[in-house]
Structures are given as structure tokens and as C-alpha cells.
């Protein structure tokens, strides 16, 4: 509460931005009905595709300008396709693509090593930050893990014992 | 070029790329002076956003100086040093010519559902983004805009993306004079909302989080009340509480996919990622304004269903309001405010980091480590 200024008009600028016929509870929308003559408009020029980019069922072809970014390829990218054929309203779009996320984890490491490249892992997680700012929290966490790991170990090892 | 690169949740790296080209006539590529990395970087670092591929460039946030155009391009010269907002809009389709800038249709193949975002996963057009030496800018004569004389570059870095999406995000929110309201999330987004909400003529403001550093800076920034939701039993009701039983007049989710809080939306939305984030945030929002009143969400989830009382939205007669940030519809009014001293951006910059280190970047920023705010990423040539 201490916080609160006691006259909010002595805070820089305020008020200055008030506008009292911005409530939205009512309609807002300064209308034209321009829209109903009809959704055209001259194009921007098109983008000649260089690579593979997929669209959306829900328009009927690519957009003026696009990204080129990390077309779809492998695994990953067969994923992606399937997932092209349904529409953003579908759990069949989005869950596909979700796990072509996780395939293209495991092929991004493929690829790395491929190139004769061991990723790095600790650093691209910036562990060298956490050490340096928060030392105990990760030792905490690594030796959270390195019992939970130890102890699941110890488990499965009393259980194969048991079988035999 | 040096060039952020994804490799998978929660692992980063700077690695070489080509330098981009000009693909289309609109086109011009930038040198890259300032990129920060945004709560939104972070859906997008946990692996939340669907079609996040492996190898793309993020960083939706930066300014650069032109180095090239293509033949389209008129007004932007070799030579500008520019601030980018972060959609990428065509300036002519029907949504961009009622200033839904960020609702662009002419940007975007992968989705219909939101415009073109730099470095911001192929569900937002798969363009690599700015955490780089260089990047391809499209349609580079409708939204970049040189640097105004004297504006120092760390306000126009945030005047990208923070500023127009909290200003926004009050805007939305149609505070009237004397309202009462409530900001979820002290990142550098609810901060600068709670700054702006006093614009609009709020007449008390409230800001929600768990990072006590954050509060304090809130505190002290916006000025307003900064409370931590981890001592009120219930946000909801410590709202009521303060106001009378009837809950605030407007409630500001400046939280998004990655709330904490619930531990049903925590499993179902960030652990399981079966819904479209964590909508804890949003929830208390809801649940904490008045009825008739405004819930203005700035907060970024993903495009499957999520978990939220809509059955209250009905009953209280909530409307909500919403949208990514129209960056350019309101660069205008808040270069004027950054000019008159109404609105200091670049003091939420906490950390200034060499864009090679940007592993330790993502880290810093998404453990909220070292008491940081908003780190901005240096390019080599930008820090000489
Ligand atoms: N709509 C847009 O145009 C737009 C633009 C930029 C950012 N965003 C979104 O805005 C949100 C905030 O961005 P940021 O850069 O400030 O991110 P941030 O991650 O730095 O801040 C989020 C804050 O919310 C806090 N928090 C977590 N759970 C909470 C809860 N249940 N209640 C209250 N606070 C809670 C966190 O502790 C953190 O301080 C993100 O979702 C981001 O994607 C949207
Ligand atoms: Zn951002
Ligand atoms: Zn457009």
C-alpha cells in the first residue's frame, strides 16, 4: 500500500493518454463497412520460393514474403508435411509438429556428429552462468538428479537380482 | 556470421551462418547494432512453440544499420541505422491497412492465425531473426524506422517490442480515469505495462509476481504496489480483498505460456505441453477483475486449446481484449514519449552480453539469474 502514490497526478504523464471513449465493453470499432465491398487488395510482388515452405490449408497459397529458414528435411520433415494436411484447428496439425520438434532434436545431434561435432551440451545450456550465479541451486539439482539416478539404479538392479 | 542457433529445448548456441540476401524486391539486410532476448524467446528455448525447427536463428527484438536494399525499396537508405518492430507486415493487405500491423496476411504462409515474427518458429513465418551479425528484413519500407536524432539505441532496441506491447496492453485494457488495475507478471513486459497503465489515468495499480527483485523493481519503476503471489494465499482473493469485494476494474496478463503457480496448469501446459501453455496467469486474471470489467492479455500461449474459466468470462460479463502488439501503429506516439522523458525504456536493461555468449544469455535471462530484467545481446561490430 505504502507504495501507492498518493495523488497518481503526480506521476509523470499521467493521464495524458486517457481516452474516455476507449471502452470496450461497448462497440468500439469505428466502422465503415468498407470491408463489405469486398477483402482485395493489391498484392506486394511474390517471393520466388527457393526452398520447400509449407502453408497453411487455411489460405490458398503462400504469403507475398516469407522465411526461408530451416526447410523441412528428414524425418522431422515428413512429420511436418503430414501435419500440413490439416488445418491450425486441428490437434492433427499440432501435435505432429510437436513431435517433429522432438525428431529434429535427435537428428540436430545426428547432424553434429555427422560433421564431427559432440555437441556441447552443458554449454549451450549456459551452465557456466549458473555457475557463476546460482552455485547452489546447481549442485543442488546435479545432486538431486545423481540420486534419484543412483537410487533407480540400485532398484532395477535388486529387481533383476530378485528374478533370477 | 555469428548466429544464435537453436539446437532443442533449452539448448542454444552461436555458431556461423551465411550472411542473409535479398529474396524478395521489399527486402533490405541489416547490420545488427542491439537484439534482446523477450519472455516470448523463452516459449521458444523451453520447445512450446510448435514447428520449432532445430538450426533457426531466433530474436524478434533488434535494431541495425541498412547495408543492402532490393530494388523495391524506396525510402529506407543504405546507411539508416533503423529500429525493427518485431512483425513483419506488407503495409497493403486488409488487415494491415486497418493498422493490424501485427495480424499481417501477407507474412506468414505456416499460419493464418498470426502475422510474421522474426526468429520466431515457422508457426510465425520462419524467419531467422536478429540474435545474429545480419538479417533479412522484408517489406523494409513499412515498418522499420530510422532512429530518431539523439534517441539513445537502447530505448529504441525496446521501443521493437516492450514498450508497444505494454502500452498496448493498457490501451486494451480502456482504462478509464481512476481505474483500478492489476498486472500479472513483472518481467519487462508487466513492468512497463504498470508504467503505462498511470498514462491511460489508472488511479491505482497493482502488479502480480514471484521474483522478489522484479517486484522491487516495479515498486520503484512504475511506481505502483508489487505483491508476491507465493505469501497471498490466493491472488484472487487478496484482490477482492483490496478492493471492496468487487475485483479490479482491469487485469493485465503480461504472463503468458510459461506461468507459474498451479501445479495442474504447470503438468498440463509446460510439462505435457497438452495445452497451449500454462494459463495460471490468465486464470487469476479472469477470476480477479470485476464483472463487466476488461481482461487485456498480452501474454503469448500456443495456438492448441487451453484450460481457462470461459464459463466466468460469461457470467461476469468480462470482455477480453487481445492481440501481439501493433508495433507500428503506435511507434508514433511513443517515440514522443521517449523524447520527453515520459517514458525511459532503456532502464530495464540489466545485462549487456557479447552475442557469442548467448548460451549463457538464454540462461541468465530464463533463470532469472543475477537479478536480470532485460538483457540485450552485442554484436562484435557493435560493441568496437
Ligand atoms: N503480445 C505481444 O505482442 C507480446 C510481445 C512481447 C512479449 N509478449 C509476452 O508477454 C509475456 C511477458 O514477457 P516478458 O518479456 O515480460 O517475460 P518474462 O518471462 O521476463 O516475465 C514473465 C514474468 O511473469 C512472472 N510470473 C510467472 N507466473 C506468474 C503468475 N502466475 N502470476 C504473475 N506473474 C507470474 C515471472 O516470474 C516473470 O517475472 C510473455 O508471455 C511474452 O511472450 C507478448
Ligand atoms: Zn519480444
Ligand atoms: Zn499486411
Known amino acids: ?164 | 556470421m555469428l548466429a544464435m542457433n537453436y539446437r532443442g529445448p533449452h539448448r542454444v548456441r552461436i555458431d556461423h551462418k551465411p550472411v542473409p540476401e535479398i529474396l524478395h524486391p521489399q527486402d533490405a539486410i541489416v547490420r545488427v547494432t542491439r537484439s534482446c532476448i523477450c519472455g516470448s524467446d523463452l516459449h521458444l528455448y523451453n520447445g512450446s512453440v510448435p514447428d520449432t525447427r532445430v538450426g533457426m536463428t531466433f530474436g524478434h527484438e533488434f535494431t541495425g544499420v541498412v547495408e543492402q536494399v532490393g530494388p523495391g525499396v524506396e525510402k529506407l537508405k543504405v546507411g539508416d541505422h533503423v529500429l525493427v518492430p518485431f512483425n513483419i507486415a506488407c503495409g497493403t493487405c486488409v488487415f494491415c491497412q486497418q493498422g493490424l500491423y501485427g495480424n499481417c496476411h501477407e507474412s506468414n504462409p505456416q499460419a493464418t492465425a498470426v502475422g510474421g515474427i522474426y526468429g520466431y518458429s515457422h508457426t510465425a513465418g520462419g524467419y531467422d531473426g536478429g540474435q545474429a551479425e545480419y538479417v533479412r528484413v522484408p517489406y523494409a519500407d513499412v515498418s522499420p524506422a530510422v532512429i530518431p536524432e539523439g534517441m539513445d539505441p537502447d530505448d529504441a532496441v525496446l521501443l521493437t517490442d516492450v514498450v508497444p506491447t505494454a502500452f498496448q496492453a493498457a490501451e486494451m485494457g480502456g482504462i478509464q480515469t481512476g481505474d483500478t488495475v492489476v498486472v500479472f507478471g513483472a518481467g519487462p513486459v508487466g513492468i512497463m505495462a504498470a508504467r503505462c497503465a498511470w498514462l491511460f489515468g489508472a488511479g491505482r495499480v497493482i502488479v502480480i509476481d514471484c521474483v522478489d527483485y522484479r517486484l522491487d523493481f516495479a515498486r520503484t519503476y512504475a511506481p505502483c504496489e508489487a505483491y508476491d503471489f507465493r505469501s497471498l494465499e490466493d491472488p484472487v482473493v487478496f484482490i477482492k480483498g483490496t478492493t471492496e469485494s468487487l475485483g479490479a476494474d482491469v487485469c493485465i496478463d503480461a504472463v503468458g505460456a510459461e506461468a507459474a503457480g498451479s501445479a495442474l496448469q504447470t503438468v498440463l501446459g509446460r510439462k505435457l505441453l497438452v495445452q497451449g501453455g500454462s494459463a495460471t496467469a490468465l486464470h487469476w486474471a479472469i477470476n480477479s477483475v470485476k464483472k463487466g470489467g476488461i481482461v487485456s492479455i498480452v501474454g503469448v500461449y500456443g495456438p492448441v486449446g487451453t484450460h481457462v474459466p470461459i464459463g466466468n468470462v460469461v457470467n461476469k460479463g468480462i470482455t477480453l481484449r487481445a492481440n501481439q502488439a501493433s508495433v507500428k501503429r503506435l511507434l508514433p506516439r511513443l517515440i514522443e514519449h521517449v523524447q520527453n522523458g515520459i517514458l525511459d525504456p532503456k532502464a530495464l536493461i540489466t545485462h549487456r552480453i557479447p552475442l557469442e555468449d548467448v548460451s549463457d544469455a538464454y540462461r541468465i535471462f530464463s533463470a532469472k539469474l543475477d537479478d536480470c530484467i532485460k538483457p540485450v545481446l552485442m554484436p562484435p561490430s557493435a560493441r568496437s
Not at chain 1, 511474390?46 to 520447400?52: A, G, K, Y
Open chain 1, 1 to 164: 500500500m505504502e507504495h501507492t502514490p498518493k495523488d497518481p497526478s503526480q506521476v509523470l504523464g499521467w493521464g495524458v493518454d486517457a481516452d474516455p471513449k476507449n471502452d470496450p465493453t461497448y462497440p468500439m470499432k469505428h466502422r465503415t463497412d468498407g470491408e463489405h465491398a469486398g477483402y482485395s487488395w493489391g498484392r506486394p510482388p511474390r517471393q520466388p520460393p527457393t526452398v520447400e515452405v509449407l502453408h497453411s490449408i487455411e489460405r490458398s497459397d503462400l504469403t507475398s514474403a516469407f522465411g526461408t529458414s530451416t526447410p523441412p528435411s528428414g524425418a522431422s520433415g515428413a512429420l511436418r508435411r503430414f501435419a500440413f494436411q490439416y488445418s491450425e484447428s486441428s490437434y492433427g496439425h499440432w501435435l505432429p509438429l510437436m513431435l517433429a520438434d522432438r525428431v529434429g532434436v535427435a537428428e540436430g545431434v545426428l547432424n553434429d556428429l555427422k560433421n564431427g561435432r559432440v555437441p556441447n551440451v552443458l554449454a549451450e545450456r549456459g551452465w557456466k552462468a549458473e555457475w557463476k550465479h546460482d552455485r547452489t541451486g546447481l549442485v543442488r539439482r546435479i545432486l538431486v538428479r545423481g540420486i534419484l539416478f543412483s537410487a533407480a539404479v540400485a532398484y532395477f538392479r535388486g529387481k533383476s537380482t530378485d528374478s533370477r
